[in-house]
């Protein structure tokens, strides 16, 4: 059964702290995103992957910074997390669309990780 | 910016009665995706459309792509408690060689038995 795993359900963190949020698929894709989710909002795109050490900014990349020094793992960090950052954050990976196709590949999301920034 | 919008964003129907949910853009996605999210999960892709005016069928749920491949819609036929659940539509686009997908902003969906 393919897998796309986070490290948390839920945390619970201060203002001005650095947060790691990890995120672990074994399908080896070699795309995968973080999203933020907010009520009314949908999805938005913070940061995106498409290969080992590479790394491409989405749509709201401000205050995030991203890792991806292994294939299977995409790690998301907060510098200094701030209240605007409470939020559901979701993973996914994907396999690359071949150049020039249109389709775009389904996306395999994890459970979301739950933060509350006080 | 939001680039794709959907209607209604909640939406609370008795078991066995038809809906439809919208998705709307200005923009021209080169394919279009529909996923389910349950609590406590992440999205689940229902279906994928590619061509303007493609309609598919999935058991009891229709989605079509709109001719000018700006907008969607999912249909349900006699729905059940199980389809409940937060329903999002992604447009894919292809963004300096590389596939992206947009979100819109959801409908929640509730089924009463």
């Known amino acids: 059964d393919v897998k796309v795993t986070q490290s948390s359900r839920y945390l619970v963190k201060r203002t001005g702290e650095k947060v790691f949020l990890e995120c672990v698929q074994d399908m080896d894709h070699e795309n995968m995103f973080w999203y933020r989710q907010d009520p009314g909002l949908g999805l938005r795109l913070i940061y995106f992957?498409?290969?080992?050490?590479?790394?491409e900014k989405g749509d709201i990349p401000e205050g995030y910074s991203v890792s991806r020094e292994k294939k299977e793992r995409f790690s998301l960090i907060l510098e200094s997390a701030s209240t605007n950052q409470t939020s559901m954050y979701l993973c996914a990976s994907s396999k690359p669309g071949l150049a020039g196709r249109v389709i775009m590949n389904e996306q395999f999301f994890g459970p979301g990780t739950r933060l509350t920034v006080l | 910016t939001q680039l794709l919008e959907q209607s209604p964003q909640f939406l609370s129907i008795q078991e066995g009665e038809n809906l439809t949910v919208y998705c709307n853009s200005s923009s021209v996605f080169s394919s279009l995706q529909w996923y389910r999210q349950e609590p406590g999960e992440g999205p689940v892709l229902l279906v994928t459309?590619?061509?303007?005016?493609e309609v598919k069928k999935l058991k009891r749920l229709t989605f079509q792509f709109g001719d000018a491949r700006k907008d969607s819609s999912l249909h349900i036929t006699a729905a059940q408690p199980g389809d409940t659940g937060l329903y999002l539509c992604a447009g894919g686009r292809w963004n300096f060689g590389n596939e992206k997908l947009t979100f819109g902003t959801g409908t929640r969906l509730t089924i009463i038995p």
């Open positions: 992957s498409y290969d080992v050490k590479m790394k």
């Open positions: 459309v590619v061509t303007g005016g």
